[in-house]
């Protein structure tokens, strides 16, 4: 008992260090965020046409995205979400820098009712870094 009192604030520190770390390898599942990772995206744009939606800023995507994506910044998905309606029942693969947007993204497609919003796990990083097609 001496041990955890004297040493009670790196104790503390370990504790919250692996719950944000299970937060993180959990968190998308327990918000019910599917995620794919690039070869699971390509197989669903390839098989099942999938749209991709691209939630990052302007200049972010016009220095390169993925082939044939719908651009709406993240910032302005709730006010255009009209545009997108016609892909409610489609898959949607949505992307952004790494992650972390896109996940945020399909939390609110999944509220307006898309039912097959897929975040590209580590974003358009992964899909660069398996040499995957992107366009200007």
């Given amino acids: 008992m001496q041990f955890i009192t ?64 719908k651009h709406v910044p993240g910032g302005k998905l709730k006010s255009r979400i009209a545009e997108l309606e016609k892909y409610k029942d489609k898959p949607v693969v949505v992307v952004c820098r790494s992650g972390m947007r896109s996940s945020s993204a399909c939390v609110t497609l999944a509220k307006q009712g898309f039912t097959q919003a897929y975040n590209l796990t580590g974003g358009m990083m992964a899909w660069q870094k398996a040499n995957l097609p992107t366009q200007k």
């Fill in 6 to 69: 004297s040493n009670f604030f790196p104790i503390s520190l370990a504790i919250m260090s692996g719950m944000m770390l299970l937060w993180s390898l959990l968190g998308s599942r327990i918000r019910g965020i599917k995620e794919v990772d690039t070869n699971a995206a390509l197989q669903l744009i390839n098989h099942k046409n999938a749209v991709v939606l691209d939630v990052r800023e302007d200049d972010e995507y016009k220095s390169g995205h993925m082939l044939n994506a």
